[in-house]
């Protein structure tokens, strides 16, 4: 069994999410795309170019 790690990050600001998406999505794979969730904050999930899952999300507000 591979061995796995979980990251979580949460911003306060919705360009730094998507800042910290784009660049850890370089060379990895998206597995669901940074996008508003029913639960009102953005929310998505990558696999970085280094095998590590990420789970990015944070409060609904902009710059």
Do not use: C
Not at 13 to 30: I, M, P, S
Not at 31 to 52: N, R
Not at 58 to 63: H, P
């Amino acid at each position: 069994m591979q061995d796995r790690k979980l990251s979580f990050t949460r911003t306060h600001w919705e360009d730094e999410a998507r800042e910290a998406f784009t660049k850890l999505a370089e060379g990895g794979k998206v597995k669901y795309p940074l996008e508003p969730a029913f639960w009102g904050t953005l929310h998505g999930q990558l696999e970085d170019k280094f095998g590590v899952l990420w789970m990015i999300s944070n409060e609904v507000k902009s710059n």
